[in-house]
């Protein structure tokens, strides 16, 4: 019997292709959370699913949960011409489709005079990739049941913003991507190359063991595709044989990559093989002793930011302070209480690591506004230590996450089970049951990440001078 294909098949093909192959084909079972399943797949939960959807005149929801009785559900409803169906099931063969919502648009088809579209609910306030991949694979499915293929596909924001795509101008991508993956599921191993998605994949180890195991050039942190097999080509296949090369060397060999990136690639390997960091620059942050270290805990499945986290640092004191909304309508009062604390440290530098702290303050500004003072003193003050660190040093890392660099330099975290993704389990797991423990837990996590970050700030400070 063939494996099944479903539209996840597609982000996680394009995440890490051995994703799709040991979903397959391995023997160990995986570990299954189905809040953890959406949380990956960018979506929504149901509770916010229907907050989007009401108001809509005319919605039927699958009840089924048995795909095949869920799909003859989804059947009747297009033949009954529902404005809405929602938890659709789309089935063909092997592959299963399950669009967020089928939507009815005018126009004959063999369910009537009317025919379909598909839309998904997602945690995003753009179209990507997997998305349009997604969409594609909906509207192949739709053709072969209504006889009628849609030109377009949607993403439905948390805003309520609907997003459109077109499908024919993805096609010839999807249908080779849709190829590889039917040629992954009949049997057929891809190589391994490891990548940032492949951290999403339950088999991530599996993964990186292989790598590592053959001294894979994708353990480069950042490199990609094209820059490996220009490297294969001119004969250097293992972080090994790069870290022994010289750049002039390598430039001759591999014309068509920058000598400033071959240079790049070879510290990296040179870092990793030794496994130890080399120093290639120096950092320039404010000087002083006081500081603030910031960072945010977010739940994509209800596109709630929950927490923003601050710890404030004078010299050799520190304390950690939170600001938390249990719910969407107390993120206001959560923001004002902020930005009063960042109006009483205008002239101290907030450090954060990467670029989503920066992102959310700029939405929770545009969404409750903010005054000129905190305005002006989140547009001096914020400190990206991920983009300082990048010129700086060299890690013998494949990734360059917090988690990543803080434990090398010796941090650690109080949960064994520390992770972004863990923190939104422990929170919806709170939503449902007010434990203090579990608050307590997410409390800690997040004053952990932001006392890693200024140990990895103050790291800098002392060896990149």
């Not at 098949?9 to 299954?32: G, I, R």
């Not at 077109?166 to 096609?171: L, M, T, V």
């Not at 983009?387 to 917090?402: D, H, K």
Request: hydrophobic content about 40%.
């Amino acid at each position: 019997m063939p494996r099944l294909i479903t539209q996840r098949s597609f982000y996680q093909y394009l995440k890490c292709p051995n994703w799709v192959y040991f979903d397959a084909h391995a023997d160990a079972p995986k570990p299954h959370d189905p809040l953890m399943e959406l949380l990956v797949d960018q979506g929504l939960i149901r509770e916010k699913q229907r907050e989007l959807l009401a108001g809509r005149p005319d919605v039927a929801e699958v009840t089924y949960e048995d795909p095949e009785e869920a799909f003859s559900q989804t059947l009747r409803f297009m033949h009954e011409g529902r404005g809405t169906i929602y938890r659709a099931v789309l089935i063909d063969k092997h592959w299963i489709g399950t669009p967020d919502v089928l939507e009815k648009v005018e126009g004959r088809s063999k369910v009537g005079d009317w025919y379909y579209v598909a839309a998904d609910f997602k945690a995003t306030r753009e179209v990507r990739d997997d998305h349009m991949f997604q969409g594609c694979f909906y509207a192949e499915l739709l053709e072969r049941i209504q006889g009628v293929k849609p030109e377009r596909g949607y993403v439905i924001t948390p805003d309520r913003a609907v997003l459109p795509y077109g499908i024919a101008p993805f096609e010839t991508a999807y249908a080779l991507t849709l190829d590889e993956i039917e040629r992954i599921v009949a049997g057929q191993k891809p190589a391994h190359f490891t990548t940032s998605g492949c951290k999403q994949s339950p088999w991530f180890e599996k993964c990186r063991a292989l790598s590592e195991g053959c001294d894979d050039l994708s353990l480069l942190n950042r490199v990609w595709r094209e820059e490996v097999a220009r490297l294969e080509a001119a004969g250097v296949k293992t972080i090994s044989a790069l870290a022994a090369a010289s750049v002039e060397d390598l430039s001759h060999r591999a014309p068509d990559v920058r000598p400033e990136r071959i240079e790049r690639m070879r510290d990296q390997a040179v870092a990793i093989k030794n496994g130890t960091h080399l120093i290639t620059g120096a950092v320039d942050f404010p000087e002083g002793k006081r500081a603030v270290y910031f960072d945010i805990e977010s739940d994509p499945l209800r596109d709630l930011d929950y927490l923003f986290g601050v710890l404030v640092v004078d010299g050799a004191q520190s304390e950690y302070r939170a600001f938390f909304a249990s719910s969407p309508e107390d993120q206001e009062r959560m923001w004002k209480e902020f930005c009063g604390f960042i109006e009483s440290h205008f002239d101290v530098p907030v450090y954060h690591y990467g670029s989503f702290e920066a992102d959310v303050l700029r939405r929770f500004a545009a969404k409750y506004g903010s005054s000129s003072i905190a305005r002006e003193a989140l547009e001096r003050n914020l400190i990206d230590v991920n983009v300082a660190l990048r010129t700086a040093v060299i890690f013998p890392l494949t990734f360059y996450s917090l988690k990543d660099i803080a434990s090398y330099l010796g941090f650690s975290w109080r949960a064994e089970d520390a992770s972004g993704a863990n923190s939104v389990l422990w929170f919806e797991k709170w939503l449902a049951t007010k434990d203090d423990a579990l608050k307590r837990k997410i409390l800690d996590y997040n004053e952990d990440d932001v006392r890693a970050t200024w140990k990895l700030k103050e790291w800098l400070q002392g060896h990149c001078l």
